[in-house]
Every structure is written in structure tokens, then in C-alpha cells.
């Protein structure tokens, strides 16, 4: 894979705003490290997904093997694995150790560096319960980190716990991006029987504007009576609004995915190995061909109650000026005879403000929500949760 960073990446030092005073109270060896919660005992019914070995990738033959691997996935499934993406296991420990710290903080120091919600900026610290689950609020915090380029610099400021660690959490951020998002969206192009492999790939550059991110989260336990007021967590499910989400390996079960037979399976904590799951965006771009999988995360076995879930995840997004039109010269596509899915042209930007305001904002999803409960995004696209 090209531009791989592995554990020789060399972390840049701290300077300007990134600077902390006393940032040795913040090292590793004065951190309470996270520790893995047990998998559990119970019988679940599992999803059945692929699992890409990215070593692979460089063989001779190795990005066409792949490719046929994935095929079947993108286009029915939407969930699969990865391994082997050239980040080792004491760096994605760091990361978990450093997201149990920050939620560890106290609300009123975590709520200075909460998100915009008017105006639909998700980056920084949201808060739980802001919306309804059965009879109570949610219980899910998230951590935000924009993109490491000018075009963010110096717009967000962090806790010090997270500014003594910025360098190190830049360099894992761009490696997730040049090592498994950019190798997957050539494997999509030869899915789709691209004349360029590098089609995606040139919509998704790291330097140039668009809203990916790296997310810290955590699903906070519930006792008993909050599980069943809850109705376990087993509300509708969504579409991811980005291109990719990846999601690291943590053992604490509960999120699903919505198969063809509308039936709910749950993905299982595969070691050494990320979740990927396609979203909006790509199905955007390929008239609905590739699947952006309904998921959600229901309350966890009763074996796993007494745990916090937490959670590393990077959401890969085009650019910002990206026109989410359906993709011409893909034999692949044109043999499906797909649609665009708006009747005008929109762009990531219009896209992404449109999905997320009534993502951060539950009250003006109830405002616009229909009798069959879609809601009307941007150019007559209708968004719905799913039961």
C-alpha cells in the first residue's frame, strides 16, 4: 500500500498551541490504561463478513483478489473486515487509553470544548442526552477531531490531556486514511470496473478540503431499569453520511447490521481486525450499487452490562466540492442503470450540513419527519430510520 505508516512513524514534537505545561502528568505511565472488557458467553446470532487481508494488497494479484472478495459486500452486505493496515497494537492500545481518559474528565471540563450544534459542527465534545431512547436519554459522549490540515488549524481547541497527545493522534489519523481508506477506495473502483483506479482515490485526498474525523466514543453502562426503559436500545437504525466508517475491534457486543431478509445480526469483535462499513456518500456516487448498511447499537448482553463500550472510529468523506452524482464511465454501473438519487445537483458540503443538523438537532427531525417516518434532506433525497 502506498504512503503505509507503521510503527516507525516518527510523532512530531510539541509546539505553538499544541503545548502543555507539565505535559509529563500526561504520560502513558500516569494514565489509567484501558483494558479490554471480556467477550460474551451468550449465543448471538453473528454476521457473516468478509475479511480482507490488506497485506495482500502489493502481491502480484493481490488488489484483483481482494476486489473479488469484495464484491458480494459492497453491493449486498456493506459491513467487512480488515487486517494487517500497518498500525501495531500498542499504538491502537495508546489511542483506547487516551478516549477512557478524556471521558473520565469532569462534564464541566468536557463541556467547554462542545460541539456547534446550530450551525451543525460536529467537531469537539457532544454531550449525552440529547436525544430519546424509549423512556431515556442516550447515554453516548463522542470526542470529534477534525481533519490535521490548514484548513482546520488552530479552529478548535482541545483539554490538555488531548493537546499533550496531538502529535501522536495526527500521525494514527492519517494512517488510518493513507492505509486503509485510500487502498479499499481503489478496491472499489476495480469493483466498478473504473478506467482509472485512482478515480476515488482523487475525491478523497487528505490535503484537500472535506470533513473526515476521528472519533473518541463511549457508550456509558445502564443499570437494569435504564436497559429496560430503553427497550434495550432496539430503536431504529441508520445510514452512515460519509463515504467510510471504520471502526476498531472493542468486545462489548451490540452493534448491528439490517440484512436483505430484514433480519438484525450482530458483528463480533474480530481480533487484530477494523469494521468497515460503506455509507451515503458512496451509494450516492454509485446510484445506491454500493450499499450504505443500516446498523445500530443495541444494549449489550447481560453478561457485558457492568461495561462502558468505547470506541475509536474514522469517518472518510469526499471532498467538501464533491457533486454526489452517479459515476459515468463504470460498465459495472452503467449495467445496473442506476439514477441519481437528487433532483438537482448537490455537493459533499450541501450533503453533509443537510444530514447533520438533523442528526445534532433530534427536535428539527421531528419537525420535518414525514407520516412514514423519512424526513426530506436536500433535493427531494429522503432520509429515514429504520425499525
Do not use: C
Request: aromatic share 12%; proline share 6%.
Amino acid at each position: 500500500m502506498s504512503a503505509t505508516v507503521t510503527e516507525t512513524a516518527q510523532v512530531p514534537p510539541l509546539t505553538g498551541a499544541d503545548s502543555v505545561k507539565n505535559p509529563e502528568q500526561y504520560d502513558f505511565n500516569h494514565l489509567k490504561p484501558y483494558v479490554h472488557p471480556p467477550e460474551t458467553k451468550e449465543d448471538l446470532p453473528w454476521a457473516e463478513l468478509v475479511t480482507l487481508d490488506l497485506e495482500d494488497f502489493d502481491r502480484p494479484g493481490g488488489k484483483e483478489r481482494l476486489a473479488k472478495q469484495l464484491e458480494h459486500a459492497v453491493h449486498h452486505v456493506g459491513f467487512f473486515y480488515v487486517k494487517n493496515f500497518g498500525l501495531p497494537q500498542d499504538q491502537v492500545d495508546r489511542q483506547f487509553t487516551l478516549a477512557r481518559n478524556f471521558f473520565s474528565l469532569p462534564v464541566e471540563e468536557k463541556l467547554k470544548y462542545q460541539v456547534d450544534y446550530a450551525n451543525a459542527d460536529y467537531n469537539g465534545y457532544r454531550r449525552a442526552g440529547l436525544r430519546n431512547v424509549g423512556k431515556v436519554k442516550d447515554n453516548t459522549e463522542m470526542y470529534n477531531f477534525a481533519k490535521f490540515t490548514k484548513d482546520f488549524e488552530g479552529k478548535y481547541n482541545h483539554p490538555d490531556l488531548i493537546k499533550a497527545h496531538l502529535p501522536e493522534i495526527e500521525v494514527f489519523a492519517k494512517a488510518l486514511h493513507s492505509n486503509v481508506v485510500l487502498p479499499l477506495l481503489r478496491l472499489f473502483a476495480i469493483v466498478l470496473q473504473l478506467p482509472d483506479e485512482e478515480y476515488l482515490v482523487k475525491q478523497h485526498t487528505y490535503e484537500k478540503r472535506s470533513e473526515d474525523h476521528f472519533r473518541y466514543m463511549i457508550y456509558n453502562k445502564r443499570t437494569p431499569e435504564e436497559h429496560e426503559a430503553s427497550g434495550y436500545g432496539q430503536s431504529g437504525g441508520h445510514t452512515d453520511l460519509g463515504s467510510l466508517t471504520l471502526l476498531f475491534r472493542q468486545p462489548v457486543a451490540g452493534l448491528q447490521i439490517l440484512g436483505e431478509d430484514g433480519k438484525w445480526t450482530y458483528v463480533s469483535a474480530q481480533p487484530g481486525t477494523i469494521t468497515v462499513n460503506l455509507a451515503d456518500t458512496l451509494s450516492h456516487l454509485t446510484g445506491g450499487y454500493l450499499k450504505s448498511s443500516v446498523h445500530r447499537v443495541v444494549a449489550p448482553p447481560r453478561d457485558q452490562w457492568q461495561y462502558d463500550r468505547t470506541g475509536l472510529l474514522y469517518f472518510a468523506r469526499p471532498h467538501s466540492d464533491t457533486i454526489l452524482y452517479p459515476i459515468n464511465d463504470s460498465p459495472v454501473l452503467q449495467k445496473a442503470g442506476v439514477k441519481p438519487r437528487f433532483d438537482k445537483p448537490v455537493t459533499m458540503a450541501e450533503w453533509v450540513k443537510a444530514k447533520q443538523t438533523v442528526q445534532l438537532n433530534p427536535d428539527i427531525y421531528e419537525k420535518k419527519k414525514r407520516e412514514d417516518g423519512s424526513v426530506e434532506l436536500i433535493g427531494g433525497y429522503k432520509d429515514r430510520r429504520y425499525e
